[in-house]
């Protein structure tokens, strides 16, 4: 009882503080655990490259800006460049001038890029179904959904937007 008292009395943060933060930090980290090890590593490619291409199989055209997808995996241009540098010499993307905008390219999903997804899908499709689906009804998902995005908008509002 008294080493418990004196654990307790020497936090440095209150536990009701870090709760709900830990409990995401907690939820992502497994959830993303589980996806590399059954879902991507049986790709073969690095978890960022199969992030990117997921990225780009949802959106418009399949293609987006490269700064855009710099922005959605929250990580510096020039990683992301480095890691589209790779992408695109196992010929899984193509990037091209942004005909809006001489500075920028627009990164595209070759059909060597969509057979990856094709391969990963199922194998990420039973990952949510086992862990998010099964454990939460329709309207919860919404509701997490919604919860999540409010706190990565207000995570992200002291954010500098380098564009």
């Known amino acids: 009882m008294v080493e418990r008292e004196r654990t307790e009395a ?6 009701a503080v870090i709760r709900a933060s830990g409990a995401l930090l907690s939820a992502e980290t497994a959830l993303g655990r589980l996806i590399d090890t059954e879902a991507v590593a049986p790709t073969g490619l690095d978890p960022t490259i199969v ?11 399949h293609q987006m800006r490269a700064v ?6 929250l990580m ?3 990683h992301v ?3 589209l540098d790779r ?11 942004d005909p809006d905008d001489r500075r920028a390219s627009l990164v ?7 057979d990856v997804i094709a391969d990963f899908a199922p194998r990420l499709t039973t990952i949510i179904d086992r862990v998010i689906n099964q454990h939460l009804s ?7 959904v919604d919860l999540l995005g409010r706190i990565e908008r207000a995570a992200c509002e002291p954010c500098v937007d380098d564009d």
């Open 138 to 144: 329709s309207e919860e998902v919404d509701t997490l």
């Open 76 to 78: 510096s241009p020039s």
């Open 68 to 73: 855009e997808l710099s922005r959605q995996v």
């Open 10 to 15: 020497t936090r440095v943060v209150d536990p």
């Open 51 to 61: 992030d990117l291409l997921l990225r780009l199989d949802q959106a418009p055209g």
């Open 108 to 114: 595209t999903l070759t059909p060597a890029g969509r």
């Open 87 to 97: 992408a695109e010499k196992a010929d899984l993307l193509r990037r091209a001038p």
């Open 81 to 83: 460049s480095r890691t």
